[in-house]
């Protein structure tokens, strides 16, 4: 079976510094995809950044990237220009691939804070 | 597009009460999960119904829970007789899972918030 590991259970950052949250997993499979969900105070559990195994290429959404090492089976979020807004926790997620994969296996999650 | 509906948002209620959590997914999804978040555990996957089907429900803790999808556009979870430890976030997501494309999100509701004393 799959894990997801976090090994950040809080973090910090000053507003419009940089931040990296670290995510490593395990898997036998070669193909698969990840993605960081964003979780805010108000709970709603909010998908912010998705990379497919296959790609070479690290996922980029405005301020958010990841640092995908696969062989290291590391996926780590970065986030630029932090706002107060980031305030949350974060989860990164493994996903199988194939037609008939749903099972998303989540970490414990990282708290971010945002310092003014 | 509303997003995922639950109700109620918070539901507080007394050990041995029948608790009954509900949800309407996106329009035209047809994929359906059930998930638990607790402090020690995590995110956990409860049920996942495709096509209003129960397609695995391996997660459900106990035969307390029973979910169930009567239409597309309605699911929901049954927790009898409640317990204290059943207290958690309950989030249901939908997702429009197509065979071609596998890496579809998933769009969480704002969860529901149980607490059983």
């Known amino acids: 079976a799959q894990t997801v590991t976090q090994s950040q259970p809080e973090m910090s950052v000053q507003e419009a510094e940089t931040v990296t949250l670290s995510c490593t997993y395990d898997?036998?499979?070669?193909?698969?995809?990840l993605f960081w969900y964003k979780q805010p105070p108000s709970r709603q559990m909010i998908l912010v950044i998705r990379q497919e195994a296959y790609k070479q290429q690290n996922a980029t959404e405005n301020r958010f990237s990841v640092n995908f090492q696969k062989a290291a089976k590391s996926f780590s979020l970065k986030i630029s220009d932090s706002q107060l807004g980031d305030a949350a926790m974060y989860f990164c997620a493994y996903r199988s691939p194939g037609a008939g994969s749903y099972q998303l296996t989540f970490g414990k999650g990282t708290k971010l804070s945002v310092i003014p | 597009d509303a997003g995922v509906i639950q109700s109620p948002r918070h539901e507080v209620t007394e050990m041995g009460q029948e608790v009954t959590l509900r949800c309407k997914p996106i329009s035209g999804h047809n994929s359906l999960f059930w998930y638990r978040q607790t402090m020690m555990r995590g995110l956990e996957l409860l049920i996942y119904?495709?096509?209003?089907?129960?397609?695995?429900d391996s997660g459900m803790p106990e035969d307390r829970f029973s979910a169930k999808m009567p239409n597309a556009s309605f699911s929901t979870l049954k927790i009898q007789p409640s317990e204290p430890r059943d207290s958690a976030v309950y989030f249901c997501a939908s997702s429009p899972l197509q065979l071609a494309r596998p890496g579809n999100e998933q769009f969480f509701g704002p969860g529901t918030r149980l607490t059983v004393l």
């Open positions: 119904f495709n096509n209003n089907v129960p397609i695995d």
């Open positions: 898997t036998s499979e070669s193909d698969y995809y």
